[in-house]
T-cell receptor
């Protein structure tokens, strides 16, 4: 399987509970943020994004919160399911840049 | 619509050998990217392209070269592979809304 998770922080939650995954970003000039999910042996998959002029955005079962004051991003997953088990990455874009900077990731394990 | 595809999926090289990784996308995206992913680390950008015929360096470009001769293809070359280049390589393309779509990855081992 994928060894990308070596030494990453791990969040273990019970199936049906809500999950909160946190990310500290580095640059106050970043204007766009994305959360990705990466399952073992696969490429990252887009989950949800948020622009810096917003502080909350909701999707299907997921919510992203942005706190620009402390440069913090969180991903909330409601009613976590076994299929949510994966590594979750946040990424930030420098203002109007072409590139994303990725965080190291957090492993989410869902216990049935 | 296959999205982003990468070939090969796996490869083992000896130190000093060369190889080319191919990335193809069928979404007509202008922007394409090559990343490497190492254990315990996030994705690191190697090179990227903002359109056919253009390339630019990312965060970790040394030891790699790229070419974007056709809009749908982005090639990553290793001229003389080193053990430090053992990694999983991901290609991505992005749409105008900035959503990046990733390929399934290539696992490269250099012995």
């Amino acid at each position: 399987g994928e060894s990308v998770g070596l030494h990453l922080p791990t969040l273990s939650v019970q199936e049906g509970d809500n999950s909160i995954i946190n990310c500290a970003y580095s640059n106050s000039a970043s204007d766009y943020f994305i959360w990705y999910k990466q399952e073992s042996g696969k490429g990252p998959q887009f989950i949800i994004d948020i622009r810096s002029n917003m502080d909350k955005r909701q999707g299907q079962r997921v919510t992203v919160l942005l706190n620009k004051t402390v440069k913090h991003l969180s991903l909330q997953i409601a009613a976590t399911q076994p299929g949510d088990s994966a590594v979750y990455f946040c990424a930030e874009r420098m203002e109007y840049g072409n590139k994303l900077v990725f965080g190291a990731g957090t492993i989410l394990r869902v216990k049935s | 619509n296959a999205g982003v595809t990468q070939t090969p999926k796996f490869r083992v090289l000896k130190t000093g050998q060369s190889m080319t990784l191919l990335c193809a996308q069928d979404m007509n995206h202008e922007y394409m990217y090559w990343y490497r992913q190492d254990p315990g680390m996030g994705l690191r950008l190697i090179h990227y392209s903002v359109g056919e015929g253009t390339t630019a360096k990312g965060e970790v470009p040394d030891g790699y070269n790229v070419s974007r001769l056709k809009k749908q293809n982005f090639l990553l070359g290793l001229e003389s592979a080193a053990p430090s280049q053992t990694s999983v390589y991901f290609c991505a393309s992005r749409n105008p809304s900035y959503e990046q779509y990733f390929g399934p990855g290539t696992r490269l081992t250099v012995t």
